[in-house]
């Protein structure tokens, strides 16, 4: 069973609304996604299967709020907008039962950062946003990610294009 399938359960044994707007088939990305990325990493050698399901279930977040959601059908805006601010908690109270209070600063700071960009029209550099925080979970922060964050945190207008280019890079601490 995929992760998406996995959330996709957990989602609908929260039982309605939300089960009903699950969706029978999950929408799964093409190429890495910040849940494999993340996965990966040695920070997440203990656990790399919990570590995928907490961050598709924070990236689905995003995505009810700022995207095309996969697992749950986006149709009703209301519904859309809690389950997406459910699903940040679901993730983000697993993460916390695992103790990595540094993954949840990193995840926190993808969502804030992520929710500037969507607010200032630039929401196209938010995918390469997650790869990169997803790699910071996995791996730690390294100083091309840091000065991403401060760039974006500042309203740098060369934020897009540092972000693209760390993207690139797909490097780690």
Do not use: N
Not at 46 to 59: F, K, S, V
């Amino acid at each position: 069973m995929s992760t998406l399938e996995r959330l996709a359960e957990l989602v609908a044994a929260e039982g309605d609304p939300l089960r009903g707007a699950v969706r029978s088939a999950p929408q799964a990305l093409d190429g890495p996604t910040p849940a494999t990325i993340a996965a990966a990493g040695p920070r997440a050698s203990a656990a790399p299967a919990e570590y995928a399901l907490l961050i598709e279930a924070i990236y689905e977040g995003f995505l009810l709020h700022h995207g095309e959601p996969r697992i749950i059908s986006g149709e009703d805006a209301d519904l859309a907008l809690l389950a997406g601010d459910r699903l940040y908690t679901i993730g983000l109270e697993r993460l916390v039962a695992l103790g990595d209070l540094p993954a949840v600063r990193e995840l926190a700071d993808v969502i804030t950062l992520c929710s500037l960009l969507v607010a200032r029209g630039e929401r196209s550099s938010c995918e390469a946003l997650w790869r990169a925080g997803a790699r910071a979970v996995g791996h730690g922060v390294d100083d091309g990610y840091a000065l991403v964050k401060a760039l974006v945190l500042d309203g740098d207008p060369g934020a897009a294009a540092a972000i693209a280019a760390l993207d690139a890079r797909g490097t780690v601490a």
